[in-house]
Every structure is written in structure tokens, then in C-alpha cells.
């Protein structure tokens, strides 16, 4: 296993909440996947797994040292649920082609939830 690179990210749930508030779907469908859109909007408090999701997506970004932009767009990370509840992303489009060009096998992440914040890490990992 070789790590091709690793990110953290630390969001304001009040911020994500407040960005829900002002431009609704217009914000939420520019960041989110329909399958995030579903879960989060299922939960007691939506806007403290959006949030989570978002750190989730800026922590993937930093792992593979491309931000957000021409090679990786939010909508590209898909962060899924694992049947033990523990949180998985899928790549897709410009994000996926990133992934394989450079020979990322597996992104590993881990995402927690505090009273204000969301944090998320990233690793991206390489075939040996």
C-alpha cells in the first residue's frame, strides 16, 4: 500500500445550515448527489450530515492535491453509508478519471460530528 496523499477538513454546521437556508436546492444540488440529498434530508437535523459530507468532500480534494475545480467537482464524491454505518465514497466523472490516471485504488475516510463542527479525513491510497 502506498498513500498517495491525505486530507483533513473542518466545517461549521451553522454555515452549511445558513447556506441551506439562503439558496436552498440551488446550493445543495450543486454539492451534494442526489443519494447525499436523500440521506441528509432523512435525518432529525439535515444540515449536521450535510455538513459532514461537505468535510468529507474538501478532505477527498486535499488527499488528491486537486481542490475543487477542473480535475475534482463536489458533485464528483459521492459519500455513501457502509452497512456498518461507517462512511465510504465513490468517485465519479472528472474525479474518477483523476483517481485512475493516477492509480488510486481506494479512498479511506472517517467523519465525525461535534455540537458546531463536522471534521473528515482522507486517504488516498495507491496499488503497491
Known sequence: MVIFGIGIDVT???????????????????????????????????????????????????????????????????VRRAASGAPKVELTGDGKAFMERRGIRQIMVSLTHAKHYAAANAIAICAD
Open 12 to 78: 461549521e454546521i451553522d454555515r452549511i445550515e445558513d447556506m441551506i437556508e439562503r439558496l436552498g436546492e440551488r446550493f445543495t444540488q450543486r454539492i451534494f448527489t442526489q443519494e447525499e440529498r436523500d440521506y441528509c434530508e432523512s435525518q432529525k437535523a439535515p444540515a449536521v450530515h450535510f455538513a459532514g459530507r461537505f468535510a468529507v468532500k474538501e478532505a477527498v480534494a486535499k488527499a488528491l492535491g486537486t481542490g475543487i475545480g477542473k480535475d475534482l467537482a463536489f458533485i464528483d464524491v459521492n
